[in-house]
């Protein structure tokens, strides 16, 4: 059974501290990788597509890798601004079908 | 600008009543998707759609139904609520091609 695993489940950070969450996967086969963003009471907002091993994507403190089993979500000197929960999800077919992980609670305390 | 949106935010319902969740996007995006979130368990896929005319079940679509008559819209309707159908709702669209999902802003709906 395909299965996406996140961990931690939550994480609080001083500001500037800097981490990396991380997203596993067990899937027959990766058509992508996709890493959200989802603020309290609001949809997921789409981060970065990563589609094979090596690969890497950077958007401001955060860059997303990709390896042959998981994917880590590094973020360099967070800010409050941060907060919110991570959210990971694959694509086993080419089907526009997700499979998500619960995600991770990010806290950046000020 | 282009949007996607849901009706109502917040919504109570007794058990056994129908309930219908609307979805209506301006991004001429022919996927559709609705997911369920609860705490545990993540975004679940309840029913999806390739384009008008065209629906397909997801994972937990037990006790849901959708149709897609043209491109904008992708109604949810619940037939017989129940308790266990408590959960935050939200649609998804993306276009053909590897660009993720813009997801709504979601619909709370407890069954009581």
């Known amino acids: 059974e395909d299965q996406v695993t996140q961990s931690p489940e939550a994480l609080r950070l001083q500001e500037g501290e800097s981490s990396s969450l991380n997203c596993s996967y067990t899937?027959?086969?990766?058509?992508?990788l996709f890493w959200y963003r989802q603020d309290p009471g609001k949809g997921p907002e789409f981060l970065f597509t990563?589609?094979?091993a090596g690969e890497e994507k950077e958007k401001e403190r955060l860059k997303a890798t990709l390896t042959k089993k998981e994917s880590f979500l590094h973020i360099t000197a967070p800010k409050p601004e941060d907060s919110a929960t991570y959210l990971c999800?694959?694509?086993?077919?080419?089907?526009?079908?997700?499979?998500f992980g619960t995600g991770t609670r990010l806290k950046v305390l000020a | 600008d282009a949007e996607i949106t849901q009706s109502p935010r917040h919504k109570i319902t007794e058990t056994g009543r129908q309930v219908t969740l609307a979805c209506h996007q301006t991004?001429?995006?022919?996927?559709m998707f609705w997911y369920r979130q609860d705490l545990g368990h993540g975004l679940r896929l309840i029913h999806y759609?390739?384009?008008?005319?065209?629906?397909n079940k997801g994972e937990v679509s037990d006790g849901y139904s959708v149709s897609r008559s043209n491109t904008e819209d992708l109604p949810l309707t619940l037939e017989s609520a129940a308790s266990s159908q408590t959960s935050v709702y939200f649609c998804?669209?993306?276009?053909?091609?590897?660009?993720?999902?813009?997801f709504g802003s979601g619909t709370r709906l407890t069954v009581v």
């Open positions: 999800a694959v694509d086993t077919s080419g089907t526009y079908k997700y499979i």
């Open positions: 759609s390739y384009g008008v005319q065209d629906t």
């Open positions: 990563l589609y094979s």
């Open positions: 991004w001429n995006h022919n996927n």
């Open positions: 998804a669209s993306s276009p053909a091609g590897d660009y993720g999902y813009t």
């Open positions: 899937v027959s086969g990766l058509r992508g």
